[in-house]
């Protein structure tokens, strides 16, 4: 998404996006400048078109493993906890079923 549409969204939604920055402040207890970046990436990711995220049918396996790994590297900095290895082990996914 270019810069324009970020800024116009901005913009548009400048109180809206304020109040979410706000809870987020309350609830993760950093300051709105720590907050913005992750807040205007998801934004863009959001309201990215659906094709552009998506890999085409026709690309090559090399294209396929740079988008994986754009996917994966996009999620780095979002600091998500570890599974534990009880929360990763087949009974624990299948259960009964397994």
Request: negative net charge.
């Amino acid at each position: 998404m270019n810069t324009d549409v970020l800024h116009f969204l901005q913009e548009s939604h400048k109180q809206d996006l304020e109040t979410i920055t706000q809870i987020l402040v309350d609830i993760t207890n950093r300051n709105p400048e720590e907050i913005k970046p992750y807040l205007d990436r998801i934004l863009t990711q959001l309201v990215k078109p659906q094709q552009e995220t998506q890999v085409d049918e026709t690309a090559t396996p090399e294209q396929k493993i740079a988008a994986f790994q754009a996917w994966v590297e996009s999620h780095k900095n979002l600091n998500f906890p570890n599974l534990s290895d009880e929360a990763i082990s087949r009974e624990s996914i299948y259960g009964d079923r397994g």
